[in-house]
């Protein structure tokens, strides 16, 4: 697949060209052509709103199954904290945990005991006044990736830390090594395949071996929920908070933080920090997913009933005291063990040519194509926007034509030009034949 690897697929042969998708992608990632959808991959972020959008299920999260665990003598399940928010309020935490080991894995580490670390090193960090204000969480990858894309210049506001699924990554392979042990995330969404299968903050073996979104396993979990042997959950209600929109806020102490959720808002928050109109904000929780990671489109619940639910799981969690003291931690974050081992960069998804004055080129000529466009914004061409059709005319990927106004511009003017050509036409000559029998009737 190239540089980028991507979860969210394209099944062509469902695709009706609809356009539902395009209108609704928050990187302009997908064009139409040809009656098909086409995803550009350098602009794809993975968030999976195609998925949700797209009526023909023509989109797709491509990931693991339960059959990746026969891969391994061993296997360790890292649960999101999202997957608490799936069950009822009377389903406890420690038979959801256990029944993860009915279906094969051998133990389990808990993502939101990993939240609940980050959680207290993110603390101290904004206390302590490093870096650039507002920070922003680095707990979403789709919110990282649309950063790399459409906000590269507040890639350095970003938290130097990565995520708890990550770091959960870590205590697990810190226990029980690599080699014969496969380490599985049960995620809520198709950016945290991707982000399991390539990670843009650290380089070098990766962490986990596969992805299985909660939509694939509910069902088997449901069917063990009542025989399956309580695994005793060691989260604290701080951890568990990360699973929903606001948790992770409230997690975040001693700050100031706003917190959002849905993928187009974070973009309107991102645009006024851009701006530098965000100010007496120390902390940003940003999630792409309405409500948090209980709205990602590989959950099942409701995102709405998933976010009461998992407050409530959280609630029931707030007298467990926490797996690690302040003052370890403290001594964890000195040796670096949450920090990210890579920059995070920005893609280059806006160069229009290697070579300046070609790009400065068709800047221009991109500018004088978009004037001529009707602004819209229709999407009927097959392009997001008008502006973004101008880009695709000026790189090739498009022609003027596809916008049907311009079309109808160019059909009515050569219907025009067609009468006006047989309005200057000598007037039909009669046949032989017309002639002579018109001489016959005349004598």
């Known amino acids: 697949m190239g540089a980028y690897y991507h979860s969210v697929r394209l099944l062509e042969e469902k695709c009706k060209g609809c356009t539902n998708c395009i209108k609704r992608c928050p990187t302009e990632a997908i064009r139409v052509r040809q009656g098909k959808a086409v995803i550009i991959e350098e602009r794809c972020v993975d968030c999976g709103e195609c998925i949700r959008v797209c009526p023909n299920h023509a989109k797709v999260a491509v990931a693991d199954d339960l059959t990746v ?31 993860l080991l009915e279906l094969g894995f051998d133990d389990v580490v808990e993502v939101a005991v990993a939240a609940d670390m980050v959680s207290e090193v993110i603390s101290q960090y904004l206390q302590s006044g490093k870096g650039p204000r507002p920070a922003i969480s680095s707990a979403c990858p789709a919110v990282v990736r649309l950063m790399q894309v459409r906000f590269p210049s507040l890639l350095d506001n970003i938290v130097p830390f990565e995520p708890p699924m990550e770091i959960a990554a870590r205590l697990a392979r810190e226990s029980f090594g690599f080699g014969e042990v496969g380490v599985h995330f049960i995620t809520p969404c198709p950016a945290k395949i991707t982000a399991v299968k390539q990670p843009v903050s650290y380089k070098g073996p990766l962490l986990l071996d596969g992805a299985i979104p909660i939509s694939a396993i509910y069902g088997e979990m449901m069917k063990r929920l009542n025989s399956a042997r309580p695994f005793t959950p060691r989260a604290t209600s701080r951890g568990i908070g990360w699973g929903r929109s606001g948790g992770e806020g409230l997690a975040i102490q001693g700050s100031s933080v706003l917190s959002v959720d849905g993928i187009h808002n974070v973009i309107a928050v991102l645009e006024e920090v851009e701006r530098g109109r965000l100010s007496g904000v120390d902390y940003i929780e940003a999630q792409a997913c309405t409500g948090g990671c209980v709205g990602g489109c590989l959950t099942v619940q409701n995102p709405f009933v998933g976010r009461t639910i998992l ?17 370890a931690l403290a001594d964890m974050y000195r040796t670096s063990f949450f920090d990210m ?83 200057q036409l000598p007037p039909p000559v009669a046949s032989r034949a017309e002639t002579e029998k018109g001489e016959r009737r005349d004598g």
């Open 69 to 99: 665990l026969k891969s391994f003598p061993k296997n360790i399940a890292l649960p999101a904290p999202a997957l608490l928010g799936q069950f009822g309020r009377s389903t406890d935490e420690a038979h959801i945990l256990g029944a």
């Open 341 to 423: 081992s890579v920059k995070i960069t920005p893609r280059p998804v806006m160069r229009l040519d290697t070579d300046i004055k070609v790009a400065l080129a068709k800047v221009n000529q991109m500018e004088q194509v978009a004037k001529e466009l009707p602004g819209l914004d229709c999407g009927a061409c097959g392009s997001p926007n008008c502006k973004a059709l101008a880009e695709d005319i000026v790189q090739g990927r498009a022609s003027e034509l596809d916008c049907i106004f311009k079309l109808r511009e160019k059909v009515q003017g050569l219907a025009e030009a067609m009468v006006e050509v047989a309005r």
């Open 311 to 327: 407050k409530h799981k959280a609630s029931e969690a707030s007298g467990r005291k926490a797996l690690l003291s302040s003052e």
